[in-house]
RNA sequence: AAACAGGUUUGUUUCAUCGCUCUUUAUUUUAAGGGAGGAAAGUCCGGGCAACGCAGGGCAAUUUGCCAUCUGAAAGGAUGGGUAUGUUUUCAGGAAUGAAAACAUAACAGAUAGUGUCACAGAAAACCAGGUAGCCGUCCGCCAACUGGCGAGCGGUCAUAGUGAAAAUGUGAGGUAAGAGCUCACAUGUGCAGUUGGUAACAAUCGCAUAGGACAAACCUCUAAUGUUGUAAGGCCAUGUAAACCCUGAUGGAAGUCGUUCGCCGAAAGGCAAACGAAACAGAACCCGGCUUAUAGAACCUGUUUUUAU
């Protein structure tokens, strides 16, 4: 089992997000928001995803990078749950921080598990 | 010695596991190496680089602002001096006040080119000022009258009072109906010219003119200077090429630092060991040099206050 996050598993194309964003379905798990939809894209990995912490929530450049890298790092050693069920289908995936403390990683853990998990369970082939 | 304030310096180290990014090497995932800061911040100055622009001149806009020396590519910085203001001390004096010294502060050219602002109070807050009370003159009426007193109108006046942070220089004399730089003397301030001292800022002195409130970190005037931009391009062994996208990380252990508590040793200063906790401000966006602001803890320096000892 793999744990890397290369950058080709990132989503940072503008038009995919501006698709996301448009058609994208969303689930919320307080202190996090997650955006999905299916797409198509040529990868040896099935999911693209990004992270995101709004200017408006956190002043500081160094917190926000903080918090990025405490929630990439749960997605890189997390990710199977999604990979395990995925198989050929293809995924973009947004994960938003709505609060506007300093998350310790342990919370940020949780929640984030909480949302894989969840999102493992669909069906999607009918999505 | 403690507390507080200010300044300068510093701004943890290391191991394991799992990762990120770039370069070189390999060619299909091996190996080696590089990978945040003193402020990377604010984007306030100066310079380089690059792109674009460029006949000449003007306007506009932005910036500079006492003097000398040193440093620096420049901006800036350091030291010394001058001026102004304030505080303290000492001296002189009955006092007002003056002189000297020390310390602190200063975007320290111009308020006599022009425009503007000056709350409240006050009659009036600034070109020729102003006329509330008071003072003086004049005229009318009344009292009944000691060449007077009272009231109203008109005029003169800022000496006196009152308002205010500030009321158009101060004192004395002349002058006048009462008064007034209206006139004179002395003083004070300002401007111009001379002389002396000083490299200079400036100081002292003398002559002439003048009496003009404050604010230029209000506009403005003077002075000295300045193509625009940091998209793209270029540059970069830190990355990224476009910003809701940007690597430099996560977890665990060990050591060190500081704090609290307990234990042991010691007359004391202190030393040893354990447990728990803390570690700031902050993340490169073309690159350098400054300025400004933020900063836990530690070390050093300076000042203030309190306590103890002498």
Do not use: A, F, V
């Given at each position: 089992m793999s744990f890397t996050f290369t950058?080709?598993?990132?989503?940072?194309s503008k038009k995919a997000i501006d698709d996301l964003f448009a058609h994208g379905k969303s689930k919320t798990q307080f202190p996090f928001k997650l955006i999905y939809k299916p797409s198509e894209f040529e990868s040896p990995f099935p999911v693209r995803t990004m992270f995101v912490v709004p200017k408006k929530k956190h002043k500081r450049a160094n917190k926000r990078n903080d918090i990025k890298r405490r929630m990439r790092e749960v997605y890189r050693l997390n990710k199977h749950i999604l990979y395990d069920v995925l198989k050929s289908n293809k995924l973009d995936l947004m994960f938003i921080c709505l609060s506007n403390e300093e998350l310790e990683y342990a919370v940020i853990e949780k929640s984030m598990l909480q949302l894989m998990t969840d999102l493992s369970k669909k069906d999607f082939t009918e999505i």
């Open positions: 950058k080709i598993e990132r989503l940072c």
